[in-house]
């Protein structure tokens, strides 16, 4: 599967750069509601952490990719923080992991999908402590994962290969949502004053 991806290799550092002219021009138009410093730090240390879950442990597959628990930081860091700090850490933080790792290829689609899961989650997560919405973010965010790699996978590995990713995919998803959910209910209700540092 990496030989598939090889060609696009050389312009991983390009979007992962153009990604984070974004997102700084992003709190550029929206300096004033980005004004604290806060905001910034924490995207920085979500980022990390979700690099950190998406490295820690990577469980190669027969197709050729990987399974990882990078999805619980994504899904808790958008929980958490909202949509704006979910998309990026997400995104870039995935990416980042597939960058400095044999799977170089996939960065920009991981980048694009992750980008996606932390938007939604963090969407309609946003300044929630119900459990059930949270739930509902997971599972949507989730969902859009899994399909997202799956609409990516049909054309590079052919429509059976890309059915095989479906499963470990799936089981990120469910993990994230199980252990993310259950992280961002337990910070929100035992440090409800962590959601207003940014």
Do not use: C, H
């Amino acid at each position: 599967m990496g030989d598939v991806l090889d060609p696009l290799k050389p312009y991983v550092p390009y979007i992962l750069g153009g990604a984070v002219a974004l997102f700084i021009a992003y709190l550029w138009f929206n300096r004033k509601k980005f004004r604290s410093a806060n905001m910034v730090a924490i995207t920085g240390v979500m980022t990390a952490l979700v690099f950190v879950a998406t490295r820690l442990i990577q469980i190669n597959l027969p197709t050729g990719g990987y399974l990882n628990f990078g999805d619980t930081m994504i899904m808790f860091t958008a929980m958490l923080f909202g949509p704006v700090v979910g998309a990026f850490a997400g995104g870039v933080g995935s990416a980042m992991a597939d960058a400095l790792s044999p799977y170089a290829g996939w960065a920009p689609i991981t980048l694009i999908v992750k980008g996606l899961e932390g938007l939604i989650v963090g969407y309609i997560a946003k300044r929630s402590d119900r459990p059930g919405n949270l739930i509902l973010a997971g599972v949507l965010g989730g969902s859009e994962m899994v399909l997202g790699y799956f609409l990516f996978e049909i054309p590079l590995l052919g429509l059976s290969l890309a059915l095989t990713e479906i499963p470990p995919n799936t089981l990120q998803a469910v993990t994230g949502i199980l252990v993310g959910t259950g992280l961002a209910t337990a910070i929100k209700k035992r440090y409800p004053e962590v959601e207003d540092l940014i």
